[in-house]
């Protein structure tokens, strides 16, 4: 069954403005990540975050985790046309070698 | 550094056939994944391995085999494909990481359609 679970499915915005994306998960995880995938591409890795860590910043990217909750947003600040993809959450499960992938975010930035 | 490699990058079967797909990778990685992409689905993982020599199920394994004969490489084979195997597979690997899970770096895709 699917790990991670986003919400919103597809987001459209203007360029400069901030997109904000969710993702749920079910089960204890050891940590969770953030994939990007542009049209017709492979995925990229974008941050990990520990089960451990409440919040990470990597350039225009910020990552929340709430455990209590078991859910994760990721914020892009100041959105290009550059940010238009499929974003994905993965999840990484204590003992288990592999990442549960969530069924992604279309995000559009419009110029 | 070429990363992940994927070869094809497209195919098209007709129902019965055989094929198989390779991923290749220089980076040393020791973990290695298929996964299949499929329209509102995300990513669901067929097939893993943890090291030269293993192979493990994952998710979807039904109508597909793998083999890792040696480390670098990582084999999907579909002996009789079927019109459900239509997707664009992906195949990924990663380090050792403390026995933890860490970042995955895919390769570009393999687009397979089955008629």
């Known amino acids: 069954s699917q790990q991670g679970e986003e919400d919103p499915q597809a987001l459209s915005i203007q360029e400069g403005e901030n997109a904000t994306m969710n993702c749920s998960y079910k089960?204890?995880?050891?940590?969770l990540q953030w994939y990007r995938q542009n049209s017709g591409r492979g995925l990229v890795h974008l941050i990990l975050?520990?089960?451990?860590?409440r919040e990470k910043h990597s350039g225009r990217l910020r990552v929340t985790l709430d455990t209590s909750k078991k859910s994760s947003s990721l914020l892009i600040t100041a959105s290009r046309a550059a940010d238009t993809a499929s974003y994905f959450c993965?999840?990484?499960?204590?003992?288990?070698?592999?990442?549960?992938f969530g069924k992604g975010n279309q995000v559009v930035v419009i110029p | 550094n070429a990363g992940v490699t994927q070869t094809p990058k497209f195919r098209v079967l007709k129902t019965g056939q055989s094929m198989t797909l390779l991923c290749a990778q220089d980076m040393n990685h020791e973990y290695m994944y298929w996964y299949r992409q499929d329209p509102g689905m995300g990513l669901r993982l067929i097939h893993y391995s943890v090291g030269e020599g293993t192979t493990a199920k994952g998710e979807v394994p039904d109508g597909y085999n793998v083999s890792r004969l040696k480390k670098q490489n990582f084999l999907l084979g579909l002996e009789s494909a079927a019109p459900s195997q239509t997707s664009v597979y992906f195949c990924?690997?990663?380090?050792?990481?403390?026995?933890?899970?860490?970042?995955?770096?895919f390769g570009e895709g393999s687009r397979l359609t089955v008629l």
């Open positions: 975050i520990r089960s451990n860590e």
């Open positions: 990924a690997s990663r380090p050792t990481w403390g026995g933890r899970t860490g970042e995955l770096f």
């Open positions: 089960t204890s995880i050891n940590n």
């Open positions: 993965a999840t990484a499960i204590y003992g288990n070698n592999r990442l549960a």
